[in-house]
C-alpha cells in the first residue's frame, strides 16, 4: 500500500481528509496539500458557493466526490460545519482511496 499524504488518515471504512476549505472563490478547485504553522497538513480547497445554509459543505464534498471518483454518498462532513477547516469521511477500499488521495496533493 501506498504511504498516506498528510491530509488523509486511513479508518476502518475508508479515509478522513482533513481540508482548508475557501469559499466564495472565483473558482472550484483542488490547490494541493499545505503545512500549517501547527504542524497538521491540510488539503486546499476552494469553491465558488457562498457559505449559506451548508452550500459550500455541498460544493466541497461534491468536489471531493468527482476528484476521487466516488458518489457523493460515499462523502460525509465529520467536523467543521461552519468554519474552514473541515474533516470529512469517503467511505470505499482503503488502498483504492489511498491512491487517488495521492493525486490530490500535487
Known amino acids: 500500500m501506498a504511504e498516506l499524504p498528510g491530509f488523509a488518515r486511513q479508518t476502518d471504512s475508508g479515509l478522513l ?14 490547490e494541493g496539500s499545505q ?3 501547527d ?3 491540510v488539503l ?3 469553491v ?3 457559505p449559506d445554509k451548508g452550500r459550500a459543505n455541498a460544493a466541497v464534498m461534491a468536489l471531493i466526490a468527482k476528484a476521487l471518483g466516488v458518489p457523493k454518498s460515499s462523502i460525509a462532513l465529520v467536523s467543521g460545519d461552519t468554519g474552514r477547516l473541515k474533516t ?3 467511505s470505499g477500499c482503503a488502498d483504492d482511496l489511498v491512491a487517488r488521495a495521492l493525486t490530490l496533493a500535487r
Request: net charge positive; proline share 3%; hydrophobic share 50%.
Open 17 to 30: 481528509l482533513f481540508l482548508h476549505v475557501t469559499p466564495n472563490a472565483g473558482r472550484d478547485a483542488i
Open 35 to 37: 503545512a500549517r504553522a
Open 39 to 41: 504542524g497538521s497538513v
Open 44 to 46: 486546499r480547497v476552494r
Open 48 to 50: 465558488s458557493v457562498v
Open 88 to 90: 470529512v469521511s469517503v
